[in-house]
């Protein structure tokens, strides 16, 4: 079965530091993965979607970017955190064509001070 | 464009109540999916339930129920006799069979029951 691991759970990073937020996923081949952010009380913002290694589709311009080195990691970056860059972020992945819906991560919950 | 309206945004019943959760959704294709996700305070979304464009039934799972209506666009989840383990917020979703598909979300609604 597939399973989509997410890490860390929880983070508090100092504003200008760097972040790396990493996800992969088991059990499947060639997903599409994606990277949503939710502020507090909000809902989803997809920041970042992925439909092979090294194609990577930003969705919002912002500080952050994204990765894919290989077929079923997805990695979210920053070289310097902001504020505005606590949330919580989700990965999630899916089948192509997206018929099935997404699985999603467990999140992580990201303070910059 | 694909558009998923959740009009409510933050509903507060006791235990023990119905509640109706709307979507109301906007696509142009005529092959097409809608979802509803559950997510909890520990922050993990959950799938409850996938319906496609061609299965107007309506589904009941235990205490949850959707209602698929095509000729209004909505697709509406109820929650009967709530307890406070429902307590979460509640998407909406839709998706299409195009290649480049991908999920688009309501803005959630916030559902909290009281004991």
């Known amino acids: 079965s597939q399973t989509i691991h997410q890490w860390p759970a929880t983070l508090v990073q100092p504003v200008g530091s760097p972040l790396s937020l990493e996800c992969t996923v088991e059990?499947?081949?060639?997903?599409?993965l994606y990277w949503y952010r939710q502020a507090a009380g909000r809902g989803l913002q997809l920041l970042f979607y992925?439909?092979?290694?090294?194609?990577i589709s930003s969705e919002v311009p912002q500080n952050l970017s994204a990765s894919r080195p290989q077929d079923r990691q997805f990695i979210l970056s920053s070289k310097k955190l902001l504020l505005s860059d606590s949330g919580f972020y989700l990965c999630?992945?899916?089948?192509?064509?997206?018929?099935?819906?997404?699985?999603f991560g467990s999140g992580t919950r990201l303070t910059v001070v | 464009a694909q558009k998923v309206t959740q009009a409510q945004t933050e509903i507060s019943v006791v235990e023990k109540e119905d509640v109706t959760l709307d979507c109301v959704y906007e696509?142009?294709?005529?092959?097409?999916?809608l979802f509803w996700y559950k997510q909890p305070p520990s922050g993990e979304l959950v799938f409850l339930i996938r319906?496609?464009?061609?299965?107007?039934q309506n589904e009941i799972s235990g205490r949850y129920s959707w209602n698929f209506q095509k000729s209004t666009s909505s697709f509406n989840f109820t929650i009967t006799a709530s307890q406070v383990v429902d307590s979460a917020v509640y998407f909406c979703?839709?998706?299409?069979?195009?290649?480049?598909?991908?999920?688009?979300f309501g803005k959630g609604i916030t559902l909290s029951v009281r004991p």
């Open positions: 979703a839709l998706s299409f069979t195009g290649a480049n598909s991908k999920l688009t």
């Open positions: 319906r496609n464009s061609f299965d107007e």
């Open positions: 999630a992945w899916s089948a192509a064509p997206v018929i099935m819906g997404y699985t």
């Open positions: 696509t142009r294709d005529t092959t097409y999916y």
């Open positions: 059990g499947t081949s060639n997903p599409n």
């Open positions: 992925s439909v092979g290694i090294g194609q």
